[in-house]
């Protein structure tokens, strides 16, 4: 099983897979792999790499007067 990426064997198989789908439709199977493997990458690293978090707030001693004072009663 070890030995079935030989040259010779790639060789046959670019030879039919130019056979089965001619010269016009390599390119675009191609490239339809070649997008679907960066997909596949993006999406792998996204799920290896921690998401980024923001920056704490630091908040003052003070704390922030309030938006709306009470209003008064009568």
């Given at each position: 099983m070890?030995?079935?990426l030989?040259?010779?064997?790639?060789?046959v198989l670019g030879v039919v897979a130019?056979?089965?789908?001619?010269a016009k439709r390599l390119p675009e199977?191609?490239?339809g792999l070649g997008e679907g493997l960066k997909g596949f990458k993006?999406?792998?690293k996204?799920?290896?790499e921690p998401t980024p978090t923001?920056?704490?707030v630091q908040q003052s001693a003070a704390p922030a007067p309030p938006a709306?004072?009470?209003a008064e009663q009568k």
């Open positions: 070890g030995d079935l030989q040259p010779w064997h790639l060789v130019f056979l089965l789908f001619g199977l191609g490239k993006e999406g792998l996204g799920m290896t923001a920056p704490a709306n004072p009470p």
